[in-house]
C-alpha cells in the first residue's frame, strides 16, 4: 500500500512563491503518473498538474506559467514549485497518482494573504 505524505504549505502573501513536497513510500513510484490536486473551503477536489513517469508535464489553465511540477525518482518524491500566488489559490494541496489514486494523504495547507 502506498503511502503519501505532502509538505511544505503555510501562509505567504499574495505574489510569494511556495514549494510543495510529496513523500510516496511503498510501491513503484517511478512508473507512476504523479499529480497535485487542490480542495478550497466548500469546493470539490480539483486536478492541478500531472507529469508522466518520462517527465511530461500538464497544468490546468489558471496555473500555468505559475505552477511547475516536477519529480525525483531517486527520492520517491513529486514537488509543485508555485509562484505568483493568488488569494484563489488558497487550498489544501495533495498529491496522488493520476487516474487510480491510492489512499489520500492528509494534504498541506496553503493560504495566500496579505
Known amino acids: 500500500q502506498v503511502q503519501l505524505v505532502e509538505s511544505g504549505g503555510g501562509l505567504v502573501q499574495p505574489g510569494g512563491s511556495l514549494r510543495l513536497s510529496c513523500v510516496a513510500s511503498?510501491?513503484?513510484?517511478?512508473?507512476?503518473?504523479m499529480a497535485w490536486y487542490r480542495q478550497a473551503p466548500g469546493k470539490q477536489r480539483e486536478w492541478v498538474a500531472s507529469?508522466?513517469?518520462?517527465?511530461?508535464?500538464n497544468y490546468v489553465d489558471f496555473v500555468k506559467g505559475r505552477f511547475t511540477i516536477s519529480r525525483d525518482n531517486g527520492k520517491s518524491t513529486v514537488y509543485l514549485q508555485m509562484n505568483s500566488l493568488k488569494p484563489e489559490d488558497t487550498a489544501v494541496y495533495y498529491c496522488?497518482?493520476?487516474?487510480?489514486?491510492?489512499?489520500w494523504g492528509q494534504g498541506t495547507q496553503v493560504t495566500v494573504s496579505s
Open positions: 507529469i508522466t513517469s518520462d517527465g511530461s508535464t
Open positions: 511503498g510501491g513503484f513510484f517511478s512508473i507512476y503518473t
Open positions: 496522488n497518482r493520476l487516474g487510480a489514486p491510492f489512499s
